[in-house]
């Protein structure tokens, strides 16, 4: 399951940096062509790659979300619920050990 999380994670960062090099080359285009300046190129540049971190950021937070909830319906034990029983485990062995 981890490597298809992994796989997912990298084609969409993939796909982001194939996007990002794509709108680099029309924006390049564009000011070759005289349609627009090089600032204006660079503003929009800037604003486009905004709002892609930004829609990047709420596609992670619904990602890690349903990982979460995922996990809790096929109620896979958490970091703290295993860090639980360690702890559990080593209070146990020094009663024993005591004893």
Known sequence: MRDAIKKGMALG???AAASKEQAEKVFDDLVKKGE???KESQEF???V???GTEKQEQFDSKMMEQMK???REWDVATKDDV???E???KKLEQEIYTK
């Open 83 to 85: 860090q639980a029983l």
């Open 69 to 71: 909830k995922l996990l």
């Open 49 to 51: 790659m905004a709002k």
């Open 36 to 38: 627009l300046t090089r």
């Open 13 to 15: 960062f993939g796909l």
């Open 87 to 89: 702890e559990r485990v």
């Open 45 to 47: 540049m800037d604003h």
